[in-house]
């Protein structure tokens, strides 16, 4: 049977994840099958609280050999390869011990907490997961999902809308997947300065060459530990989650109270979306193919804007100097290079400017310096410039000479051709990696 739950924490507290780790502590009755989910959904919903992620798993009867995907002090989190459905019985005792649970965790009063939980025999329809990763949903569409599979239940509170990510977590099925190791403080710590040995960190990432986006080397900023007063001690990610209990053991910090391995779509790139740019919507992840339309500007405090074309049309496109490489790799661009650009669109209406998650020169255009200015072709004598993009006049007779008649050699542009990413500290939970295609699953949405 699966649980989907989401939304039970807020911008000032709490945390989903922690809250399905409280689910498994107390379904003792049933096994879990399979590792538990953490699926974030469209970055780019204004109502998101941080990272916007809903959890799930699977409950049975255990078959097979487990494998320990956690620990509740020294109590290990088991995990089963399959499982034996439950009963119409016990399906309703998971269901009332799950909700009861997921009230006790919320964080009920905070502003935007409104908790939601759905479990459902087998998964809910899997467009649902692309609606939900690449655009914004209504609690009317979860519902629509939930009543598509027989014997599903679901409760939700507040203002409904987290049943959408409850929803879309039963959606998810796992095609592109990372893992994360997440570890958590004693309730007693919440709200303290975090202990973490930053060289313990480091030294992890090294011995386990499946591990990414520990630290960031370019700002030396850790990125295994949140900075918000939430229960996360620290998460270890990895495209291998046989390397986390040995990872998580290897890190030196204070004191954690439990640690579980989740299977999460981080890192896997499904909120993009491959469209033309003159289909471009707000509040989408577009991925483009197109051409250097206007040549890169650098704009005040180091963000760097360009222009990129296909056959529908021009989109402005906006590398954030936060980002650290890609406005560097930008302002190198040049009229005609061709391009593959991601990023995000703002949800306002109007503002159809990409915000530059990545990109990828294909092919660089050739590009010319000048190295004098051109001899006056009536008299031989010196010629003066008439301005930017004007031409040059002669200073002996006076005769116009052409732009294009200036002395010029090739420009090389070295470190361009190819994939530029963020620095580790500035990407997105969902961004990829590498350069990848979007995923074409999805395509076929839900009315």
Known sequence: ???????????????????????????????????????????????????????????????????????????????????????????????ETVLASVRRSSRWGDPGTDPALVIAPRHLPEPFYWRAVRDRLRPADAYWAIASVEGALSAAYGSGQGIVGAAASLAWRARRRTWEAIAYRPTGRWGTRRRVDAASVRAMERRNPTTFLSWDPSTRRLLVTPHTPCPILFGVRATDPATLPRA???????????????????????HLQQTHVADVRPGQSPFLEGRVSQPPERLRGGHVRFELEDDTGRIPCLAFEPTKTLPRAASQLALGDNLKVWGATSWEEGDRTVHVEGFSVTRLAATYRKVSNPRCPACGGSTGSLGRGKGYRCKRCRTTVPLEAATTVPCERRGILGTHLPTASARRHLSPLTLMRPSSFGSRLLP
């Not at 924490?9 to 590792?35: I, K, Y």
């Not at 989740?262 to 890192?267: D, G, K, P, R, S």
Request: proline share 6%; hydrophobic share 35%.
């Open 1 to 95: 049977m699966w649980v989907g739950i989401d939304d039970t924490d807020s911008a000032a507290g709490g945390c989903t994840t922690w809250a399905l780790t409280e689910v498994l502590r107390e379904v003792g009755e049933f096994e879990v099958v399979g590792f538990p989910r953490l699926v974030r959904l469209n970055p780019n919903v204004p109502f998101k609280t941080r990272g916007n992620a809903a959890l799930a798993v699977r409950f049975g009867h255990g078959q097979g050999t487990p494998r320990r995907i956690g620990a509740f002090g020294s109590t290990p989190v088991l995990s089963y390869p399959r499982g034996r459905d439950l009963n119409t019985a016990e399906k309703d005792r998971l269901f």
């Open 248 to 270: 998580v053991r290897s890190v030196r910090s204070e004191p954690w109270d439990r640690w579980v391995i989740f299977e999460t779509n981080q890192a896997t790139g499904d």
